[in-house]
């Protein structure tokens, strides 16, 4: 047992062994966006790094140089590096893994005290009214209504892509949110919170009855 893991009582599995145990137990109680997600942060980053050490021995330190070493990878979307955002998402995949191990194998998670980056805030600068109404007077015809829906509803762009006709009350003059659609792919949206009903002005009304005709 290594002097790192004081309270483990017995040799652990690798790291890449225990992630096979416990993608097994929690893959069922994932959606498709987050298997997505978790798989390719795993084969990415944390089973290269981790995958052949016994999980019990893996130190604090260890895991510090493996944040500053994935904190010098490409980003995407022009990013030169992985944007702090990123960088948390994969240390809490981390420490999920390492939280179920240290439960049951006895030992000190090394991730459990490490503080998340902090995230810079974004200005967002939205287009004015008069922008707005620029835009839907000079778009192409076949794009009006999907540009007044994307202005004037606040859905997702997923959320909009996956918008069916029977989830239109005309009657009730609502929008039912239920589905997204996600690189092809339809699916339950982003959260239960994000399942909701939007109340349709009388300019989304007319843009929805346009593209029903």
């Not at 483990?8 to 096979?20: G, H, L, N, Q």
């Not at 459990?112 to 200005?123: G, M, P």
């Not at 762009?157 to 609502?174: M, P, Y």
Request: aromatic share 8%; glycine share 6%; hydrophobic share 40%.
């Amino acid at each position: 047992v290594s002097s790192s893991s004081p309270l483990a009582t017995a040799a652990t599995p690798t790291f890449r062994d225990f992630v096979d145990t416990w993608w097994r137990e929690n893959e069922i109680r994932w959606r498709r966006n987050t298997i997505l997600g978790n798989r390719a942060v795993l084969n990415r980053h944390l089973l290269p790094a981790f995958g052949d050490r016994p999980i019990g021995e893996i130190t604090k330190a260890e895991v510090l140089a493996f944040r500053a070493e994935v904190a010098q990878c490409a980003g995407r979307s022009g990013n030169e590096t992985l944007s702090p955002k990123t960088i948390n998402n994969l240390m809490g995949i981390l420490n999920m893994i390492m939280t179920e191990a240290a439960d049951r194998f006895e030992f000190q998670n090394p991730v459990r005290n490490i503080k998340r980056l902090r995230l810079r805030r974004k200005d967002i600068q939205p287009f004015s009214l008069e922008e707005v109404r620029l835009i839907l007077d000079t778009v192409r015809s076949d794009y009006k209504q999907y540009y007044t829906l994307r202005f004037f509803t606040g859905m997702r762009t997923g959320e909009l892509h996956g918008l069916k006709w029977s989830r239109v009350d005309w009657e009730a003059r609502q929008i039912l949110v239920r589905e997204t659609v996600d690189k092809g792919v339809v699916d339950y949206t982003k959260t239960d919170g994000s399942q909701r009903e939007i109340a349709m002005s009388s300019v989304v009304y007319d843009a929805l009855r346009a593209q029903h005709e």
